[in-house]
């Protein structure tokens, strides 16, 4: 999957704990261009970002959401994922599951696993 840099994306589990990979995944996209949204259940703000608790919650169109979270969390937030939509989803490593990627398959959403974003963004 390549990124494009005139589309949103949502980072789901987005931090501002410098330690975390949700706050490296972020301000990586981020410093190279890409419109990011963090979506975290208990910020406001993050790297001077309008931080939402949900992808529901987002007022523009997101073209593709970037998973930084537990399975579980990720085989959940997908039932908003395909209710808003998006038709493309990144699960960083550790985020994904064999359901969640079934849930993708079954309900036509292009989903990347087993990658690293930061290694891949451009499609290389």
């Known amino acids: 999957m390549i990124l494009n840099k ?6 789901i589990g ?3 704990n410098k330690e ?5 995944v972020l301000k990586d996209l981020k410093e190279s261009g890409y419109k990011t949204i963090p979506i975290n259940l208990n ?7 309008k931080a939402y608790k949900s992808i529901l919650d987002v007022n523009v169109v997101i073209e593709t959401a970037i998973f930084v979270i537990p399975p579980k969390t990720t085989e959940e937030i997908l ?6 939509g998006i038709k493309k ?3 960083q490593p550790g985020s994904e599951s064999d359901q969640a990627i079934k849930y993708c398959d079954d309900n036509g959403i292009e989903c ?3 990658l690293c974003i930061m290694v891949r963004k451009n499609g290389k």
């Not at 005139?6 to 980072?11: G, I, L, R, W, Y």
């Not at 975390?20 to 490296?24: A, Q």
């Not at 039932?79 to 808003?84: E, R, W």
Request: glycine share 6%; proline share 0%; net charge positive.
């Open 14 to 16: 987005a931090s501002s």
């Open 20 to 24: 975390k990979y949700g706050y490296k």
């Open 6 to 11: 005139k589309d949103f994306c949502a980072v």
């Open 43 to 49: 910020e406001n703000k993050i790297l001077g970002l």
């Open 112 to 114: 990347t696993h087993n």
């Open 89 to 91: 989803v990144w699960m």
């Open 79 to 84: 039932k908003d994922v395909k209710k808003l």
